[in-house]
């Protein structure tokens, strides 16, 4: 399974962002994606998750109120909607997917089976 995030860049602050995963392989079954950023020198931060089943979505509590997680069954893609950019949402955003049966918390980086490389947002002030 391969995963590719894409959609990063530079962006203004007060700006939006919609970045993408695409997930590709011999995928046996999605049970969640999620997304999470990291900037150097700290630990991979939650950001929020989608159930594929039913497209019910979880947020970090920091990001809710800016970010939405949508995603398209049909091309194995999620999709993650920043707005409201801030310089501190500066960071690496990376993808994962989570095969079932699911085994733990969205928020935990252990959860997931599969990781993209990354796609990087800059926020300028």
């Known amino acids: 399974v391969q995963l590719q995030a894409s959609g990063g860049g530079l962006v203004q602050a007060g700006g939006s962002l919609r970045l993408s995963c695409a997930a590709s392989?011999?995928?046996?079954?999605?049970?969640?994606m999620g997304w999470f950023r990291q900037t150097p020198g700290k630990e991979r931060e939650f950001v929020g998750a989608?159930?594929?089943?039913?497209?019910?979505?979880i947020y970090a509590d920091s990001m809710k109120d800016r970010v939405t997680i949508s995603r398209d069954n049909t091309k194995n893609t999620m999709y993650l909607d920043l707005n409201s950019l801030k310089s501190e949402d500066t960071a690496v955003y990376y993808c994962?997917?989570?095969?079932?049966?699911?085994?733990?918390?969205?928020?935990?980086?252990?959860?997931?089976?599969?990781w993209g490389r990354g796609t990087l947002v800059t926020v300028s002030s």
């Open positions: 994962a997917l989570d095969v079932p049966p699911s085994r733990g918390p969205y928020a935990s980086v252990r959860l997931y089976d599969y």
């Open positions: 989608i159930v594929w089943s039913d497209g019910d979505t």
């Open positions: 392989g011999r995928i046996r079954g999605i049970y969640c």
